[in-house]
């Protein structure tokens, strides 16, 4: 099936911990993109990339650290979780051209205790 | 700056009646516009997207959009509402060149209820 892909689906972890969220796409896009979303549904924007080039870096704690090995793949590491990580994460990926829709993965819950 | 406003945060309607969500966006170029539906515990779908020409774009799942650039609103509506269609519904602009070419701008979401 042709997909973005994350692995893990859930993550419950203690704070302090560091853990790792991989994103896989075999849509052939240049582009792809880590969001958060919050417990009131709000998508923000954290990173993306083109292939392989660090594009959008908003406003994120330097905990968060994104990689992309390849155009296929963004990983997002993130260190000394704390609570208010506690969301859910999607990865999406789009071709880098006018007006192109991104194509969503189907998240991550990560539960911060 | 870019922007998108979805004024209602929770919308109830009775299955079978008809749907209108509201969008309206601050753009300052021609807006890509779109609308995404979320499914509990799902990713972001798709429903339709509007770049150009006619003015009514049609989606998947009987959905609709029109774009008014007059009142810079981008609706959603479907004509009868079927229980799953009950989600969570996302519009949003994307950025049509610069360094943040491809990037989307989202609203906060309108979660909608459907009673049987």
């Known amino acids: 099936d042709t997909a973005v892909s994350q692995t893990p689906k859930y993550l419950v972890t203690q704070m302090g911990n560091d853990k790792s969220i991989k994103c896989e796409q075999n849509?052939?896009?240049?582009?792809m993109y880590w969001y958060k979303q919050d417990s009131k549904k709000f998508l923000k924007i954290m990173f993306s990339?083109?292939?392989?080039?660090?594009?959008i870096n908003e406003t994120v704690p330097n905990r968060f650290s994104p990689k992309s090995p390849d155009k296929a793949h963004l990983n997002l590491h993130i260190n000394s979780l704390e609570l208010g990580d506690s969301a859910v994460y999607f990865c999406?990926?789009?071709?880098?051209?006018?007006?192109?829709?991104?194509?969503f993965g189907p998240g991550t819950r990560l539960t911060v205790l | 700056a870019q922007s998108v406003t979805q004024p209602d945060i929770h919308i109830t309607v009775s299955e079978g009646a008809s749907l209108e969500l509201r969008c309206n966006y601050s753009?300052?170029?021609?807006?890509?516009l779109f609308w995404y539906v979320q499914s509990p515990g799902q990713g972001l779908q798709l429903l339709l997207k509007?770049?150009?020409?006619?003015?009514l774009v049609q989606g998947i799942k009987g959905f609709e959009a029109e774009f008014k650039r007059s009142q810079s609103s981008f609706n959603l509506r479907k004509p009868s509402v079927h229980w799953s269609d009950a989600a969570e519904y996302f519009c949003?602009?994307?950025?049509?060149?610069?360094?943040?070419?491809?990037?989307?701008?989202f609203g906060r979401g309108t979660q909608l209820t459907v009673w049987p």
């Open positions: 949003a602009v994307g950025a049509a060149g610069g360094s943040t070419l491809g990037r989307l701008y």
């Open positions: 753009y300052g170029a021609t807006p890509y």
């Open positions: 999406a990926s789009s071709p880098r051209t006018r007006g192109n829709e991104q194509f």
């Open positions: 990339y083109n292939n392989k080039e660090l594009i």
């Open positions: 849509l052939g896009h240049d582009t």
């Open positions: 509007y770049f150009s020409g006619d003015t």
